[in-house]
T-cell receptor, first 114, second 113 residues
Framework: SQQGEEDPQALSIQEGENATMNCSYKTSINNLQWYRQNSGRGLVHLILIRSNEREKHSGRLRVTLDTSKKSSSLLITASRAADTASYFCATDDNSGAGSYQLTFGKGTKLSVIP | NAGVTQTPKFQVLKTGQSMTLQCAQDMNHEYMSWYRQDPGMGLRLIHYSVGAGITDQGEVPNGYNVSRSTTEDFPLRLLSAAPSQTSVYFC????????????FGPGTRLTVL
């Protein structure tokens, strides 16, 4: 079953604006990752945040994690047309030793208009 | 490094036919997995492997078989294709658990008529 749920399902913004996507999940996690998928391509890892971290930055990306609310957000600042893609959160659940599965949400489709 | 490679890129099958989707990685990763991606459903795990000779079922394993005879290869077999298996299939690998990045192949777009 789906662990993460992204919100909104689709987002359209002008180039230069910031884009914020949210992810909610159900069970306790070891870490949460964000991936990007360009149309017709595989997923590419963007950033990982551990369960004991609250915020992480990578270039124009900022990720926050609130384990009490079981939610995360991905902020892309100063968006570019090349940021147009679908963005997925994925969780490494904390269900016990040997747990391997990454569980993905349904994604947010971001369109950045030049 | 080629990373994770998948063949074929596109495939059309008739109901009842069988085929194998190939996946290979050259990063010496222990963990490999197969996902299917359907519109509005995100990615769902079909099968995964934690090392050569070890496989296990994911969320949606019915109708699919896997084997892992080598570290590099992780083929996915469709035993008797059904229209419900029309999807985009992604293979992925990562070195270990926890904080390791998962690397994805480019995908195989399968249509079952």
């Amino acid at each position: 079953s789906q662990q993460g749920e992204e919100d909104p399902q689709a987002l359209s913004i002008q180039e230069g604006e910031n884009a914020t996507m949210n992810c909610s999940y159900k069970t306790s996690i070891n870490n949460l990752q964000w991936y990007r998928q360009n149309s017709g391509r595989g997923l590419v890892h963007l950033i990982l945040i551990r369960s004991n971290e609250r915020e992480k930055h990578s270039g124009r990306l900022r990720v926050t994690l609130d384990t009490s609310k079981k939610s995360s957000s991905l902020l892309i600042t100063a968006s570019r047309a090349a940021d147009t893609a679908s963005y997925f959160c994925a969780t490494d659940d904390n269900s016990g030793a040997g747990s391997y599965q990454l569980t993905f949400g349904k994604g947010t489709k971001l369109s950045v208009i030049p | 490094n080629a990373g994770v490679t998948q063949t074929p890129k596109f495939q059309v099958l008739k109901t009842g036919q069988s085929m194998t989707l190939q996946c290979a990685q050259d990063m010496n990763h222990e963990y490999m997995s197969w996902y299917r991606q359907d519109p509005g459903m995100g990615l769902r795990l079909i099968h995964y492997s934690v090392g050569a000779g070890i496989t296990d079922q994911g969320e949606v394993p019915n109708g699919y078989n896997v084997s892992r005879s080598t570290t590099e290869d992780f083929p996915l077999r469709l035993l008797s294709a059904a229209p419900s298996q029309t999807s985009v299939y992604f293979c992925a690998s990562r070195q270990g658990l926890g904080t390791d990045t998962q690397y994805f192949g480019p995908g195989t777009r399968l249509t079952v008529l």
